[in-house]
Nanobody, 112 residues
Framework: QVQLVESGGGLVQAGGSLRLSCVASGTIVSFSAILWYRQAPGKQREWVATSGRSKFTYYADSVKGRFTISRDNAKNTVYLQMNSLRPEDTAVYYC??????WGQGTQVTVSS
């Protein structure tokens, strides 16, 4: 049974940093692209970043230069390092293995 578990969210002031983790079980992250999405209250879920199987990374314009996606295949984990956080980054953050499975999400709240 495949399971993705996000963690690392919390409350941080604007300009601060957080590192989210997405730990996979029942699957091997090196075999799949891993994506981070987020959903703010009252808004649609939006794509944030992708870590491709080929180690290429892609970012939404809204987070480019501030967020970094990386993976540790030995730990079966994908990270999202978020720096220079803004109040508009407040959302529940989800990871997915190329849309086959989704985690339960982790809340990120950025205060102004």
């Amino acid at each position: 049974q495949v399971q993705l578990v996000e963690s690392g969210g919390g409350l941080v002031q604007a300009g601060g940093s957080l590192r989210l983790s997405c730990v996979a079980s029942g699957t091997i992250v090196s075999f799949s692209a891993i994506l981070w999405y987020r959903q703010a209250p009252g808004k649609q879920r939006e794509w944030v970043a992708t870590s491709g199987r080929s180690k290429f990374t892609y970012y939404a314009d809204s987070v480019k230069g501030r967020f970094t996606i990386s993976r540790d295949n030995a730990k079966n984990t994908v990270y999202l390092q978020m720096n220079s956080l803004r109040p508009e980054d407040t959302a529940v953050y989800y990871c997915t293995d190329n849309y086959d499975h989704w985690g339960q999400g982790t809340q990120v709240t950025v205060s102004s």
